[in-house]
Nanobody
């Protein structure tokens, strides 16, 4: 059973940048699509960004397109989320997830999850 460990979350001011990392182990990383989701208090978990294992296809939520960038390093078996121009509405726990499937945005398609890392953006 694979493991995912997120890191990089912290408190920042509006307009600042953060880079989240997700290190994986115990899985054949190149066979997995990787996505980032986030969950704010009282809200459902929502898709942020994803990258396909099969064709490298990348997708972003409309709310972060143009500000966030997802990348993967197959040699390091890790996925990253560069977040620029952060806004208070980006405040949430960010989760890394892995799926053998093709869908990047459907929560239930992902069988492996990290424990989450808190991002707080203050105005």
């Amino acid at each position: 059973q694979g493991q995912l460990v997120e890191s990089g979350g912290r408190s920042v001011q509006t307009g600042e940048s953060l880079r989240l990392s997700c290190a994986t182990s115990g899985l054949t990383f190149t066979w997995y699509s990787m996505s980032w989701f986030r969950q704010a208090p009282g809200k459902e978990r929502e898709f942020v960004a994803g990258i396909s294992w099969e064709d490298g296809r990348i997708d972003y939520a409309d709310s972060v397109a143009g500000r966030f960038t997802i990348t993967r390093d197959n040699a390091k078996e890790s996925v990253y989320l560069q977040m620029n121009n952060l806004k208070p509405e980006d405040t949430a726990v960010y989760y890394c997830a892995a799926s053998r499937g093709y869908d990047l945005a459907y929560v239930r398609a992902f069988e492996l999850w990290g424990q989450g890392t808190q991002v707080t953006v203050s105005s």
